[in-house]
């Protein structure tokens, strides 16, 4: 296992997370810190920002202390010098998910964030261009919401029975 | 042809509104907001510290004396439907934007509604030049969760799988950017060579492309008979052309002239962009999972992880060539070195029972059934599994809440992050090189837009 970087806000800090040396579980105003500290301890490249919409399943097991919001970002980092990899979960708040952006930081996030905007409506204060990226501009929600339909063309099978 | 008599900020009004994409594309000059235009300009990425200089971009430049083009999202060189808009003044770029998700699918939301059975054949058609690896990351990454071993030859066919799908990635690769450079012959030769391991792939899983071929616990079939001999066969053969494609274009100096030199990157500037694969390579950093976080038996053969020196044009072509050289050798190692056994798990939970067993054992029939209607159930948990694909980095994060689909799929595609160093590289080249740009970037749509 790793340690935390000496000066951070450690928030919570679990070993198993699997595939990964280290997951974190800072809160919204610890983040940017944390993961300014990480990357002054040589993490050099945020490889990987998404969101998760946990709407459907609050339940899941999350480390002591860590109090489950709806959305989630997930940022996994990586530093070449010292093969390791962490993973920083960040509870972004039920409606009206905001986190502070990682641009500042690791300007390779810039599209990651806006994906995550786009897709979670996750708002990233300090990014330079939130917009949407995937979907047409004026696509209304975001799709990958648990609460956004999936949207299905009905099967129509040969001899279906009409209205009774 | 353009009138001069019409004024640049007239013309950028968009032709059709209800085509627009609004804020997404690349605006004027005067309506860009300060930080959002350092980004643009790549000035962000100039300075220490990555801050942001205001007095490094020229806001004062009056609008009409550059124009904004508009290049796709249907263009022969953008390898798809690539937009990028372009700020030019003259023929040199200012600034330049790509515009993304015209190929947007909702592949990541269609994973949710795909058990882990069917999964494969969704994330097999993202990347669709290198589906064994799309495949692979994914099933490496149920088999974390579910704690399941891959039996030894599932591991080494996959991998032996791997390295043929990246040759034929990075003949695709050599095709096109030679199609872009004007160079027709490589167009025609790295396709038909790259059709060399379609058949196998076809005479293997059945597809040429699309292969749903690497599943979770280990590979759809076990390798056809006489495997050995066109395996070697393809190597030999590609081996010897790659020294064609040395004569034809290595050595040739209109294409030295067009690559060399040309849109060059810095290993700090791709580290800060995220950027992976030969694209980071080509700046001297020998950062390749394959070598550094071994994964499969990559750690049991012997190979080089090519590295440049400039982080220009020529470096990316000259990592993607010998890169196929490399892959061959591995191959070639894989036909040795390749172990007898299961070429999948024979944990029931994952694995269907044999065929023969179906026709005779009613438990067998309900397994086989139950297995691909249900699905199986993989343990709650979040896993994030990152192999080398041929552009890069491709990682598949996978949260399960313990039923039989995913709750949340999400691939970090190498080319969606890639492509945002295109605005760095093309900024103050030649329209020209732009073209060569998008080529050496190498994205692939289908999974920038996924």
Redesign the interface.
């Known amino acids: 296992m790793i340690e935390v970087p000496v000066d951070a806000p450690v928030g919570v800090v679990t070993a198993d997370?699997?595939?990964?040396d280290l997951g974190c579980f800072p809160t919204r105003a610890q983040y940017l810190d944390l993961v300014a500290a990480f990357k002054a301890d040589g993490f050099?490249?945020?490889?990987?920002l998404?969101g998760?919409?946990y709407l459907?399943?609050p339940s899941?097991?999350l480390p002591e202390g860590v109090a489950a919001t709806r959305f989630e970002v997930?940022v996994?980092l990586?530093s070449?010098s010292r093969?390791q990899?962490v993973?920083i979960r960040v509870q972004a708040g039920d409606e009206d998910p905001e986190v502070d952006s990682l641009f500042?930081?690791?300007?390779?996030?810039?599209?990651?964030e806006r994906?995550a905007f786009d897709?979670f409506g996750v708002l990233f204060r300090g990014h330079?261009?939130l917009?949407?990226?995937?979907?047409?501009?004026?696509w209304e929600g975001h799709?990958?919401r648990k609460d956004y339909g999936?949207g299905r063309v009905p099967v129509q099978f040969k001899e279906a029975p009409g209205p009774r | 042809m353009s009138e001069p008599t019409v004024r640049a900020a007239e013309r950028l009004e968009p032709l059709a509104v209800e085509t627009?994409?609004?804020?997404?594309e690349l605006q004027r000059r005067e309506v860009t907001?300060a930080?959002?235009l350092?980004?643009e300009v790549g000035s962000?990425?100039r300075v220490d510290g990555?801050?942001f200089d205001p007095t490094s971009v020229d806001y004062e430049r009056r609008d009409d004396e550059t124009m904004i083009l508009n290049m796709g999202p249907s263009h022969p060189s953008t390898h798809g439907v690539l937009r990028i808009m372009l700020e030019l003044d003259g023929e040199f770029v200012l600034r330049a934007k790509p515009v993304?998700?015209y190929l947007?699918t909702?592949m990541?939301?269609t994973g949710e509604?795909l058990s882990y059975v069917q999964g494969a054949t969704n994330v097999t058609r993202m990347d669709y030049l290198s589906p064994v690896i799309n495949e692979l990351s994914y099933s490496m990454a149920v088999e974390?969760?579910l704690d399941i071993e891959v039996p030894e030859r599932a591991t080494w066919i996959r991998m032996m799988m791997s390295e043929l799908n990246r040759i034929s990635s990075h003949l695709v690769w050599m095709a096109t950017n030679g199609m872009d450079l004007g160079s027709t012959s490589m167009m025609i030769y790295g396709f038909r060579e790259r059709e060399l391991v379609l058949a196998f792939f076809e005479k293997t899983a059945g597809l040429r492309l699309n292969l749903n071929y690497v599943r979770p616990g280990g590979v759809a079939a076990d390798l056809p008979d006489g495997w050995r001999d066109d395996v070697t066969v393809i190597c030999d053969t590609i081996d010897e052309r790659t020294y064609e494609y040395d004569q034809l274009l290595t050595g040739q100096p209109i294409f030295r002239e067009r690559m060399e030199g040309v849109a060059p990157i810095t290993a700090e500037e791709a580290?800060?962009?995220?950027?992976?694969g030969p694209l980071l390579r080509s700046t001297g950093?020998p950062?390749d999972l394959r070598r550094?976080?071994p994964y499969l038996a990559y750690d049991q053969v012997d190979f080089d992880v090519i590295v440049g020196t400039y982080g220009d044009n020529f470096d990316r072509y000259a990592i993607r060539l010998n890169e196929i050289r490399e892959s061959i050798r591995i191959v070639r190692q894989c036909v040795e070195m390749m172990p007898a056994g299961d070429y999948r798990s024979q944990d029931p939970k994952v694995t269907p029972p044999p065929r023969a067993r179906i026709g005779e054992s009613m438990e067998a029939l309900i397994h086989h059934f139950k297995l691909f209607t249900e699905g199986f159930q993989v343990p709650?948990?979040?896993?994030?599994?990152?192999i080398e694909s041929p552009r890069g980095?491709i990682?598949c994060?996978l949260?399960a809440?313990g039923g039989p689909k995913p709750?949340?799929l999400?691939v970090?595609a190498p080319s969606?992050?890639n492509?945002?160093a295109v605005p760095l590289l093309m900024r103050g080249g030649s329209m020209s090189d732009a073209i060569t740009v998008i080529s050496t970037v190498d994205p692939i749509m289908g999974e920038v837009?996924?």
């Open positions: 997370a699997k595939r990964c050099e490249i945020c490889a990987d998404c998760v919409d459907e399943h899941r097991a997930v996994n990586l070449m093969r990899r993973r500042s930081i690791y300007p390779g996030t810039e599209a990651m994906e897709m330079p261009d917009t949407r990226i995937l979907m047409p501009e004026e799709p990958l999936v | 627009s994409e609004g804020a997404q907001a930080t959002e350092g980004r962000v990425l990555h801050t993304i998700g947007h909702g990541e939301k509604q974390a969760l580290l800060a962009l995220s950027v992976t950093v950062w550094t976080m709650e948990g979040e896993v994030y599994s990152a980095e990682g994060y949260v809440d709750y949340r999400h970090r969606f992050v492509l945002q837009d996924r």
